[in-house]
């Protein structure tokens, strides 16, 4: 099962292209639902949200709707003293409608291969419980099979990812870990992925049909592995990210 979406929902350049003009903030994840299955939300990476906004989230979207959600950075960024429980705590609500796809665990790029950080990621485990969590390191070092071993042992998923083909960072492999199978595309804006002075500059990117259209046999090959493979474009500006969506679901199906 591939579910496609996009790494967020609510953005003001959105409204007159991927929503109607006029739309209320409060309308914008019902109508989202409407045409997407799932949704990665980044703002729980900077606070954890409180019970009623969580409610929300379930309430508004259909009961076959998939969440990821990225952990709050004190707990992959910070990590001194992890406390994970308030984090999960907040989620019961996505828990107990079953909407919630997985976490997503997004580590920095100076989190390097190194013993203490492989330790670290034991203690993710351990603080997530039984939820299904999924690790993104941005720092290539990781590419390596005792990683893939590590993250099937603890039964953590890798995040593959599309980004520009820069040294050190992560290259497109497609791999399965765990039970949910994860893939982000960040756009491939290389000039702008250091030099830029807004951070959306990053990922101001607008994916052809033909760079898409490499990730199907990749897709394909990950549903094969996982009981559910979750998709999100980060290249959001200008709602790029819901074009980008579109395209893809179409290559899978064929239409193409």
């Known amino acids: 099962m591939i579910r496609i979406g996009t790494s967020g929902f609510s953005y003001d350049d959105w409204i007159g292209t991927v929503y109607p003009a006029g739309i209320q903030a409060r309308d914008q994840l019902a109508f989202y639902a409407r045409e997407f299955p799932t949704v990665e939300l980044n703002v729980t990476y900077y606070r954890i949200p409180d019970a009623r906004t969580v409610q929300s989230w379930a309430r508004k979207t259909p009961d076959d709707f998939l969440f990821s959600v990225k952990a709050y950075q004190g707990l992959t960024h910070e990590r001194g003293q992890p406390d994970f429980a308030p984090f999960v705590a907040a989620l019961q609500p996505l828990i107990d409608a079953g909407k919630l796809g997985c976490v997503l665990a997004q580590f920095p790029y100076s989190f390097h291969p190194v013993p203490d950080n492989r330790t670290y990621l034991r203690r993710l485990r351990d603080g997530f419980g039984d939820l299904p969590v999924v690790v993104e390191f941005r720092n290539a070092g990781w590419v390596t099979q005792p990683t893939f071993d590590l993250l099937r042992s603890l039964n953590l998923g890798f995040c593959s990812v599309d980004e520009p083909r820069l040294k050190g960072l992560m290259p497109p492999v497609a791999i399965a870990t765990g039970p949910v199978a994860y893939v982000r595309f960040h756009g491939r804006n290389a000039a702008k992925w250091y030099a830029h002075e807004e951070a959306w500059e990053r990922y101001n990117y607008t994916y052809s049909v033909e760079e898409l259209r490499e990730w199907v046999p990749k897709l394909r090959e ?35």
């Open 222 to 256: 990950l549903d094969a592995e996982a009981p559910v493979t979750l998709v999100y474009f980060n290249n959001h500006y200008q709602g790029q990210a819901a074009r980008g969506a579109r395209d893809l679901g179409q290559l899978l199906l064929g239409l193409e």
